[in-house]
């Protein structure tokens, strides 16, 4: 199996997750905080397609979906364009609201569908292109895409934790 491989795999993985977790949710259930502080499922599920259209967006040269698809707008977010949810307060937490689930799985949709494109085109060699020099050592194309794809599954699984919660109360 080659390391691309892998990575369609476990990009895809998340895609499943993503549906799973948002399914058959309405609005009122999407936006459950356990806590003040906490994350909602809205959140988490937006946040990490955030953070995946925008690390691989930058790291392949493509416009973010969120921008080139609409998304920007179709969400209507009080928020900043390039906003990914990173550092956000709880405040800016509270600002990622959706009418449906829908709106979620189709903006991951179309940012999975991006990624995988990408992915299918990756030789061995890639991987090691640097992608960020602001850190020390620089970040590779490598790195970067296991970063990403470790934070996705992170937040998908924490998201699944407040279904969880949800469907046990």
């Known amino acids: ?13 998340i ?21 003040p502080d906490a994350n909602s499922i809205a959140w988490l599920v937006w946040h990490l397609t955030r953070v995946q259209d925008d690390h691989i967006a930058d790291a392949f040269g ?7 698809q609409g998304f920007q707008k179709t969400f209507g977010l009080d928020l900043p364009r390039h906003d990914t949810g990173y550092g956000h ?7 990622v609201r959706v009418d449906s689930g829908d709106l979620l799985t189709g903006y991951y949709d179309a940012v999975h569908a991006q990624t ?9 060699k890639d991987l090691e292109r640097i992608v960020d020099e602001r850190w020390e050592p620089p970040v590779s194309l490598g790195v970067r895409l296991v970063s990403v794809l470790s934070d996705d599954l992170q937040h998908i699984g924490q998201a699944a934790y407040v279904r969880g919660l949800l469907q046990s109360a």
């Open 1 to 13: 199996m080659h390391a691309k491989d892998i990575l369609i795999d476990g990009f895809s993985r």
């Open 15 to 35: 895609q499943e997750e993503v549906h799973a977790t948002v399914e058959g949710l309405g609005p009122d259930d999407l936006h459950v905080r356990p806590g």
């Open 62 to 68: 493509f416009d973010q979906v969120w921008i080139a």
């Open 89 to 95: 307060t709880a405040a800016k937490v509270a600002k």
């Open 116 to 124: 995988l494109g990408a992915l299918r085109e990756l030789a061995a």
